[in-house]
């Protein structure tokens, strides 16, 4: 003890000796202490935590596995119905899809990210409007036949005023009038990762929203996830076995759509949502509709062209149409060696 003592007597004396170098000392271990606080806090927020809605522990993310495109948390739309109508270890199972739009008025016009979901989405996340209601079962089968849109609140808020008589007037999303049926509590902003989305609207408006037709029936296109609920007592195992078996049928029935080896197993939402970046040695390889579209290609392998205009706000990994090109959308996107990436935290992109 009297040696400790003497050292730390020591270790003063010669800090007192060089107030510079123990100025540069304090504050640059007050920068590291501070910036691996901040980092940890936004990952916390962020990532470790599951989606506010009530028990999160049972909300899951059905993902495939396929040689040509690694661990895939995108399906096509006809892949998600067959799953949905052939499993039976789910309480609710939805499809979801993330797009902007433009949000127009006589006074004024803005570009709102929101999500297309189909009609049971809200059944999985067990949240219920403040004001109004969400979608009925017939308002998600009809491409195109039911302009219906549940707002946020915080759309609510800002562009509406809170107005209390909102539900059943009519607001133009991407030049059509949807009306609006309802209005979410505070505490949900979507289920898309770090991210608050403004408005849900029903999958089968998805090809009219973003332009482009024939989404909803080309197997061959993995563009949208999928989110679901585990019945009670069912584990991630059993759950992961069922959607396996789905799987592997689905590859016998449309050999032309599917890889042979395509796979499937289901991840907790808190893990399948993760961004993670890449190849077939057990990792996530993202897929067209991953990559910034004014300026990247998908990636080799990918089935479908990216959609021009739409940005899915997630990892990416694709070449770029110009070598070198550099693309700044606010969402901190370039292009690199041979790459479009972006760079988010706890993804490292080059």
């Known amino acids: 003890m009297e040696t400790i003592i003497q050292d730390i007597r020591y270790g003063i004396r010669m800090l007192t000796k060089n107030p510079g170098v123990t100025a540069v000392a304090v504050l640059t271990l007050a920068l590291g202490i501070g910036a691996n606080t901040a980092i940890f806090s ?47 270890v789910f309480e609710a199972i939805s499809a979801e899809d993330m797009l902007p739009v433009a949000l127009d008025s006589e006074t004024q016009s803005d570009v709102i990210w929101g999500q297309t979901v189909s009609g049971s989405y809200f059944d999985v996340v067990k949240v219920k409007p403040i004001l ?35 539900v059943g007037k009519s607001i133009r999303l991407s030049n059509r009038e ?22 849900w609207a029903p999958m089968a408006m998805n090809d009219e929203l973003r332009r482009s037709p024939g989404l909803l029936t ?19 195992e059993q ?28 991840e907790p939402e808190i893990d399948g ?14 897929g067209p509709s991953d990559c ?39 969402e901190s996107v370039v292009v690199g060696a041979g790459r479009c990436v972006r760079i988010a935290v706890g993804v490292l992109g080059y």
């Open 42 to 88: 936004g990952v916390s927020a962020f990532v470790l935590r599951p989606l506010n809605v009530p028990e999160p522990d049972r909300l899951v993310r059905p993902v495939e596995m396929a040689e040509d495109r690694g661990i895939a948390d995108e399906v096509s739309y006809p892949d998600f119905a067959d799953y949905r109508d052939q499993s039976t």
């Open 132 to 166: 109004g209601r969400t979608f009925l079962p017939e308002e998600d089968k009809v491409a195109g036949a039911n302009a219906v849109v549940v707002i946020s609140h915080s759309l609510w808020q800002r562009r509406f005023g809170s107005d209390p008589n909102i």
């Open 178 to 199: 949807y009306q609006v049926i309802g209005v979410t509590p505070a505490s949900f902003t979507g289920s898309k990762f770090a991210l608050s989305m403004d408005f």
């Open 218 to 236: 080309d197997r061959g296109s993995h563009w949208m996830n999928i989110l679901a609920r585990l019945k009670p007592g069912v584990t991630l």
């Open 239 to 266: 759950a992961s076995q069922q959607m396996n078996a789905i799987a592997a049928r689905l590859n016998q029935a449309y050999p032309n759509d599917r890889a042979s080896t395509t796979s499937a197993k289901v």
């Open 273 to 286: 949502d993760e961004e993670r970046i890449g190849d077939r040695d057990g990792h996530r390889r993202p």
């Open 292 to 330: 910034l579209r004014q300026r990247c290609e998908p990636h080799a392998g990918a089935r479908r062209r990216a959609t021009e205009g739409d940005r899915n706000q997630v990892s990416a990994w694709c070449k770029p149409r110009s070598p070198g090109a550099t693309v700044v959308d606010g």
